[in-house]
């Protein structure tokens, strides 16, 4: 139950962030796409292969190192990325309005609402995602694989200035909430959407100040590169073209989705408000960056 709070809250603060949608135009529910770490040896790839089900006919795309440290490489160390792309992941597009399923296995960094999230701002919002390893990795081949997935079966071209947006929202959410705590990285980025709704800052130095205040108020401690990272990931989204009406109906879209988890009337009562919050919040932002 504590898991799937974790995940509705989490995905509700990063649909808010979404990019503009893209259509999977030739993709059909039903359809499979394979990404397989280029560095796996000929025996990994066969176990991960039969582990998720799936043969060389299937429409199978290679994700190198290269590729990681390119679309990562300014948001996560080199450490952390490493120096051989071993994550793989199947995707099955479903049906529409289903919504997204992330199931990972050996993966100890980037969490399900991570890789949810970079399929989200990349516009993908109708598939199941299981991501594993053979051994325990970071992930960030994978996640780097799932944008490379869809872009190849939508055969469409994400601006590049999305990608890098949409890594970065995902990383320092991600980061956030592993040094605070997920619900309190939900809520310090929510009331700082909020306040920005209600006072939008005039520059760096206005948004940085609104950042450590409401930091301050909410009793969070943030060190130098989380409140840097933050003034840089605001500033940037500045210069996006957030399409709101898509992201309520994502979030319609996951208000749907919680009675297949949720049993008990009282957290479904929670969620639903919660929900209903951001929804009215949405509305008051729509003009945030315009």
Known sequence: MKSVLRKCIVLTLLFTLALPIVVL????????????????????????????????????????????????????????????????????????????IVESNNIDWISDEMYANALITAGVEDAEIYVTSPISVSGTAALTGLIKAYEIAADIEIPEEQKQVANEEMVKTGELSRSIGVEEATDLMNRIKEELASNPVENEDDLRALIQRIANEMGITLTEEELNGLVSLFMRMKDLNIDWDQVQDQITKVRDNLGEYLNSEETQGFIQRFLDLINSLIDSIRGIFS
């Open 25 to 100: 135009a030739d993709a059909i529910p039903g359809d499979i796409i394979v990404t397989l770490g280029e560095d796996l040896t000929e025996a990994q790839k066969n176990q991960l292969m039969t582990e998720m089900g799936v043969t060389a006919e299937n429409n199978i795309i290679y994700v190198t190192n290269e590729e990681e440290h390119q679309y990562l490489g300014s948001y996560i160390s080199a450490a952390r990325i490493g120096t051989n792309a071993l994550s793989s992941s199947k995707i099955t597009l479903g049906e529409n309005g289903s919504g997204l």
